[in-house]
């Protein structure tokens, strides 16, 4: 087995990060790093933050996260708000404790933003208390606007930002006219102007392969998700009291559900749509992952890609540390 010369990636504070589509392999990944190097994890999906979203998000289990630590998986509730500038924050925090504990942070998730707003620096968000009020307000107004709506309206005021959201994400486009509106300044700007820029580097591997390969686990995942409860998981979330209508449970595999249990899908039509949705939602996260230049991509369909990725991070590290 290859050996990783991990006591150099913790002197340089170099982590590491998996990134790539819903399904491809990421936490499979982690866990067998795991078996081979001293890491925590750090969980970069924005959707695996909530509490009660387990099967849908599909959150590493239990026993899994007793093998190897997670963090920022369950630290919000279904109706709470957590931006990925806050994620940028509170995950660099995370990221030294593992380095000062003499570990590797491994960084794991297909949120483009949450790894974005860690890995390459993020940007101070300026709210005092009254600006949450007043913002608190400014999103209710705008909530009432269509997904079309909004993103016409970001196009005039920010069209930088307006073309980082080609899928029209309702919770995005909401964000930066929120801030527009309360700031009077593009966020695009703003981000320029006071962009921090984190304390360690990474090392991106990227998860990939054929695209029909990859839909048949979508499809396969979806339907292992139906068959152990994500109508029950959905129902449970529900009755705690939680809206439907939560930015948290329109997400990809919530919404489809919920139209089910009110009787607006029957099952077959919510499972497939699921199913579509899924694919979709990784088509947009491999567009995204591509336009970043630096990402060294492995194809999960080749036999023993694990141990190519491990061979590659070890010569990588040595040349680090050959030019340091």
Known sequence: ???????????????????????????????????????EIVSADSRQVYKYLDIGTAKPTLEERKIVP???IDICNPDDYYSAGQFGKDAENV???IFSKRKIPIIVGGS??????????????????????????????????????????L????????????????????????????????ISIYRRTFHRKPNFNTIYVGLICNRDYLYS???????RM?????????????NLGYSPELNSLKSVGYKETIDYLFGRLSETEALELIQRNTRRFAKRQ?????????????????????????????????????FN
């Open 1 to 39: 087995m290859v050996s990783i010369p991990f006591e150099e990636c913790i002197e340089k504070k170099i982590a590491i990060a998996i990134v790539g589509p819903t399904a491809i392999g990421k936490t499979r990944l982690s866990l067998f790093f795991a078996e081979h190097l001293p890491i």
């Open 70 to 72: 997670h963090y920022f």
């Open 95 to 97: 990221v030294n404790e």
């Open 112 to 153: 483009g933003l949450y790894i974005k707003a860690l890995c390459e620096g993020f940007f101070e968000e300026p709210y005092t208390y009254e600006d949450k009020i007043k913002a608190q307000k400014i999103r209710k107004e705008l909530s009432f606007l269509s997904k079309e709506a909004l993103y016409s309206k």
């Open 155 to 186: 196009q005039e005021v920010d069209p930088e930002t307006a073309s980082l959201y080609p899928d029209k994400n309702y919770v995005r486009l909401i964000r930066a006219l929120e801030f527009y509106l309360l700031k009077g300044i593009p």
């Open 217 to 223: 686990i979508i499809n396969q995942r979806v339907k």
């Open 226 to 238: 139906w068959d152990i409860g994500l109508v029950d998981e959905v129902k449970k979330i529900l």
């Open 286 to 322: 491999i567009t995204w992952f591509k336009k970043v230049n630096f990402i060294n991509w492995f194809d999960v369909s080749i036999k023993n890609f694990e141990k190519n990725i491990l061979s590659f991070l070890s010569n990588y590290i040595e040349k680090v540390s050959i």
